[in-house]
Structure formats: C-alpha cells, structure tokens
C-alpha cells in the first residue's frame, strides 16, 4: 500500500486527533500539559515521545515554543482562476453515499473533487471517501479522514478495501480465514463481518492505497 503517512499507533491516533480538535476549536494548538491531561498521562516526556514519533512518521511538524504543533497536510482544495495554468495534479471524485446497483464512479456519487499530484497518484479509476467512525484507528484511519482509494472489484487477503455492504460503504481489512474470508476492523471494540453465503451481500469497490486528513474540510 502507498502510504501517503506512515503508520501510527492507538495513542498516537489518539492524539493527533485531539490536536487536530483542539486546533480547530481554537485557533491554535494545545501545550503538551493540556494533551497529558486529556490522555490521563502522567509528565510531559511520553507526550513528547509519541509527538517526536508523528514529526518522525510526518504527521506533524513541531517547533520551539509552547504552542508550535503543527498537523502536516497531504493535500489542498485547489482553485485556479479560469485564466490561471491547470495545476500538475490529478481530480480525484471525492464520493458520498454509494448506492448498491449504481456505477461507482457515477457524476451523482461525487461531493466534489479535490486536486492531488500525479506523484501519488499513479493508478487509473482514483476516489476518496471520508470515513465514519473509529473501527480502523489502528490502521491509523481516523474518524474524518479520506481514504484514497483504486476502484478495483477484488483484493488479496491482507488488504485494506472499501466493500459495500448492502447500501453502506465500509472499510476494512480483508483476511481469509479457515471458512472462507471476512472484513477484519482495526479495533478491538468491533468484531469481525464474516463474507459468507448467508451473510449480506457484500461488494469489493477498490483498495485503500493512502489517507489524506483534511480538517478544513465538512
């Protein structure tokens, strides 16, 4: 999987996320007093341990000063005057919801489109879908954030695949098992969906190949 950012752990998801919050709430980020006392950590030195580990894994940057975090962006909301040069970069459909029975890519689906470079995406049939809830936190897939995603209808076991579900796109890790094959979630809270004959219909729409996390964003 090409990884747009490197993968974090449970604690340090954790508090990107409430950096990011926080950021957003007001204006500015927390102290690292403010992220032990809402992780219930005792001292500053493990704060600072799990932040050194995201500016290593490129999640944030950190400078001097009580207040100098800085959450990395891997994209922007581009837009270019009409008499402006188009950009090196690619649009990429960013989808809502996905109805069962309609093209995946159709003009319908899409919420808009946001500009990425060709770099970092090499593949054809690109998307992104905002993820809802906190069952891949382990994968360092956090609740709002888009995964990028190659419309491909099968995957290897192993893999991290947006299936549809019914009516509902979901993403997991795909694992075969001794029956068979089912949608594993990163987080011990969720339990795993069995694919088997009797189960709901189930629907393989691409491979997750990155996360982009873009706060400013709905």
């Known amino acids: 999987m090409t990884k747009l950012h490197a993968p974090v752990t449970r604690r340090q998801a954790s508090i990107l996320s409430f950096v990011e919050r926080y950021t957003t709430a007001h204006g500015y980020p927390p102290t690292l007093r403010e992220i032990a006392g809402h992780h219930g950590i005792k001292g500053i030195s493990a704060v600072k341990k799990h932040l050194d580990a995201l500016a290593r894994k490129g999640r944030l940057t950190r400078k001097a000063g009580a207040r100098a975090l800085q959450i990395a962006r891997t994209a ?91 009516d509902e796109a979901t993403v997991k890790r795909l694992e075969r098992t001794a029956g068979g094959y089912h949608l594993r979630p990163e987080n011990a809270a969720y339990r795993p969906i069995p694919l088997t004959k009797d189960g709901p219909p189930v629907r393989i729409l691409g491979k997750v190949m990155g996360v982009v996390r873009l706060p400013h964003l709905p």
Not at 82 to 105: N, T
């Open 76 to 166: 922007t909301r581009t837009a270019v005057p009409p008499s402006a040069p188009q950009p090196e970069g690619l649009s990429v459909p960013i989808l809502g919801r996905v109805a069962a029975g309609r093209p995946l890519l159709a003009e319908e689906h899409a919420l808009g489109t946001l500009v990425l470079d060709r770099s970092v995406v090499r593949w054809s049939k690109p998307f992104l879908l905002k993820v809802r809830g906190d069952s891949m936190v382990g994968a360092g897939i956090l609740d709002g954030d888009y995964v990028l995603v190659k419309a491909q209808p099968k995957a290897e076991s192993g893999d991290i695949v947006v299936a549809l579900l019914e």
